[in-house]
C-alpha cells in the first residue's frame, strides 16, 4: 500500500481530533481574560452540569429533534415522488422543473421565513421549512443517479420478463443506493441548520429559541453549551445512526483496493 493509498485508522483520527480539541481548550484558558466578554471554561463547564441537570434541557433537544425527523421524512419523501415522475414523463420534468430551480438557488434563510410566513409559526411551520430547503436539492441528487442507472441491465431485466416491481428492488434501488443515501446525508446537515433558524424566529423551546434567549440575555457561556448540545445532537445521529445503517446496506461491497490485488491471481489461472 502506497502513501497516497493510506487513510487515517479509527485509533488515530480521535487522538487527532482530541489533541486539536485539548489545544483549542488550552488556548481559550490562556486568554479569555485578555477579552471583556469570553466567559472562562470553568463558568462554561458549570454552566453546562446545571443545563444538564434540568428537564426542560432535554425538552428542548426532543423539540428540535422531532421537527428534524418530522421536515427531513416530509421533504426527503416527496422529493423522492418528484425525481420518479421527472423522469418518468418530460411533462412532469417541465412542470417541477422551475420550481426546484426556484427552491434551489433562493438563500435557505428566504425560504424558511417565507415558509413560516405562510404555513403559521406553529411546529408545523417549522417542520415546512426543513421539507421546502432540502427539497430540491435531494430531486437533483436523485436525478443524477437515474441518469447513471446501466441502459444494459434495464434491457436484459426486459429480456428476462422482469415485473416493474422487480426492476425497482433489484436493479434501480441497488444502482441508486449511492445516490439515496449521499443525498440524505447532505440535506441532513443542512436540515439541521435550517430547523435551528426556523426556531429562532418562532418557537419557544428548541435549540434555535435557546440561541435566542441566550443571545437576548447576552449570556455567552449558555450559547457556548447550547453549540456544544448540538454539535453532540449531530455526531450522534452521523456516527450511530446513519453511518453504522450505511455500511450494513453496502456490507455486500469488497473492501477498496481488495478486489484490485485479488485480480492477477484471478487471471493467472
Known sequence: MTSADRQLRPAPRVLLMLSAA????????????????????????????????EATTYEDLWATLRRLILGLTMGYTAAVVVALLMQISSWWNRFFGPAVYVTITAPSMVVALLSLMVFGLAEFGVCMSVAIVVFPFVVVSLNEGVKALDPRLTEMSQIYGF???????????????????????????LGWKIVVIAELFSQQIGVGAEYKRAYGYFELDRLIVWTLFF???????????????????????????????AQPAATSI
Open 22 to 53: 485539548a489545544l483549542l481548550v488550552t488556548a481559550w484558558q490562556l486568554f479569555w481574560e485578555a477579552t471583556d466578554f469570553l466567559p472562562s471554561p470553568t463558568q462554561t463547564v458549570q454552566t453546562a452540569g446545571l443545563l444538564l441537570g
Open 231 to 261: 454539535i453532540v445532537m449531530i455526531t450522534t445521529v452521523e456516527y450511530l445512526i446513519l453511518r453504522p445503517v450505511e455500511r450494513r446496506v453496502f456490507r455486500w461491497r469488497a473492501p477498496s483496493g481488495r478486489f484490485l490485488r
Open 163 to 189: 415485473g416493474p416491481l422487480d426492476r425497482i428492488r433489484h436493479l434501480a434501488l441497488p444502482e441508486m443506493a449511492p445516490y439515496l443515501f449521499s443525498a440524505f446525508r447532505n440535506v441532513h446537515a
